[in-house]
């Protein structure tokens, strides 16, 4: 009995040693090589949720790939505002091509950007879409890869402007690229790098009485603050859910496909006219009552379509590509008080739209965009709720309510500076008592300190 007790308290000695050893003497590197779809929180400083962030940059992805660089990580750097690609190995670039084509994201093309991984690669593939074989490919996420020069059956090249979304390189130098990969390396697309532009502080007092118990404004075009409250503050969402609703949808699915309403997918809180069982639409089609008249019958149709479970999992990871490390999704239209998130994170989601998926926000204002063939909703009479939806300098933006969440929105608009410069600027409200007065004072604020004379 002696010797089995202390055969066990050996056993227990060496499992305690071999534990300490993984918790201190492992490098630091292999703990960050994880699984950047499900984990990539270290990418992010951590922000108290009443830290200001006021007269801050934001990081954009280009400060991610210094980290990496850092970190000596071996990763794919996709820059879209180069047009180039770059391979690193323990943190020290070894190959650079020019990007031969990327896609347009005004035509619902746009190359996505983020932060991905190679799972898959192959010498030669087949698009079933465009009817071409795209050698040397390295797939980015969803329906875009890297990729040489694609070529029909029969051996003919393919000619266009632009790629459908892909990343389009030289046969010769997709080789070398695919040649350097590996499954599981870390991919970075930067899609937009911020330009640094900066604004002088501002008195801040008559922002004081805003109601919103969150809210952020910002420059788009290089992530600075102007001002905020309580940024990283996680808070229901409501029916700001649906734009990444949207953008799941378009970077997963062909637009052109059509989809057969079930009388199933119509269980959701309201009815929208039109939208009934047995119609068919194309993807495109229920993007105008989702994102104008803000559907949840039209969330549900969609979400149902790609399978609902399997959406909300897109949508949980595509926040976590594009840098939102609070949010979390249970369904798709934010009917749920479940869905929550912060005024920083939804900063990057308007931003990633902005960038590569304009048509997105064209929606939001009731315009109609490409559509591959007519549009089996009446867009004049749709109930559109943007609050801003007539001013010139709005570019697009979202608006939601429910009981938890309150009143939350997410508006952009293009204004000139005194030098006539133009600036995006993001305004992000939640859990507001009066949406409409708390970003008109906002906006207000923001003409009369950096945007008119009577600043």
């Known amino acids: 009995m002696d010797k089995f007790i202390f055969l066990i308290l050996v056993i227990a000695v060496i499992l305690i040693c071999f534990f300490l050893y993984i918790s201190f003497f492992i490098p630091k590197e292999l703990e960050i090589k994880t699984n950047l779809e499900s984990s990539p929180d270290w990418l992010i400083i951590k922000q108290e949720a009443d830290s200001g962030l006021a ?10 790939k210094e980290k990496f660089i850092l970190a000596k990580l071996s990763f794919l750097e996709i820059n879209l505002s180069e047009m180039k690609v770059r391979v690193y190995k323990a943190g020290d670039m070894v190959n650079e091509v020019p990007v031969l084509k990327k896609g347009d994201p005004q035509n619902w093309g746009g190359t996505a950007a983020g932060l991905y991984e190679v799972k898959e690669k192959y010498v030669n593939s ?6 071409v074989y795209m050698p040397w490919t390295v797939r980015i996420y969803g329906k875009y890869y890297l990729h040489g020069e694609p070529y029909y059956p029969g051996g003919y090249p393919l000619i266009s402007s632009s790629s459908g979304g892909c990343v389009q390189l030289l046969n010769k130098n997709a ?10 390396m870390p991919i970075i697309v930067i899609d937009q790098e911020g330009d640094g532009y900066h604004y002088p502080k501002a008195e801040l007092d008559s922002l004081s009485d805003v109601s919103a118990q969150s809210y952020l404004v910002a420059d788009l075009n290089s992530g600075f603050v102007l001002a905020d409250k309580k940024a990283n503050e996680i808070l229901p969402i409501a029916s700001l859910t649906k734009l990444m609703t949207s953008l799941v949808v378009t970077e997963n699915k062909d637009l052109k496909r059509w989809i057969e309403v079930e009388e199933k997918m119509l269980e959701a809180y309201g009815s929208t006219k039109g939208l009934e069982a047995g119609k068919e639409f194309r993807i495109v ?18 979400a149902g379509f790609l399978g609902r479970e399997e959406t909300i999992q897109m949508m949980n990871e595509k926040a976590k590509a594009i840098l939102m490390n609070n949010t979390k999704f249970t369904d798709p239209s934010g009917y749920n008080p479940a869905n929550v998130s912060t005024v920083q994170d939804l900063f990057y989601l308007g931003r990633y739209i902005f960038y590569n998926r304009p ?19 009446d867009i004049e009479n749709l109930w559109n709720k943007n609050v801003f939806v007539n001013d010139p300098t709005f570019a697009g933006g979202k608006t939601g309510f429910t009981k938890q969440a309150n009143y939350t929105g997410l508006f952009i608009f ?10 995006n600027i993001i305004i992000i409200l939640l859990k ?8 008109q004072k906002i906006y207000q604020w923001l003409q009369k300190t950096y945007f008119t004379e009577s600043s």
């Open 55 to 64: 007269q801050t940059f934001l990081p954009l992805f280009e400060q991610i």
């Open 175 to 184: 080789k070398a690229i695919y040649q350097l990969t590996e499954i599981g």
């Open 414 to 423: 293009k204004l000139k500076t005194l030098q006539e410069t133009e600036r």
């Open 285 to 302: 089609e229920l993007l105008y009552p989702l994102l104008i008249e803000s559907s949840n019958d039209a969330s549900e149709v969609l």
């Open 432 to 439: 507001s008592d009066n949406l409409e007065s708390d970003a």
């Open 126 to 131: 087949f698009s079933v879409v465009a009817e």
């Open 359 to 377: 048509p997105i926000l064209e929606i939001t204002k009731g315009k109609k965009v490409s559509s591959y063939g007519p549009i089996d909703f």
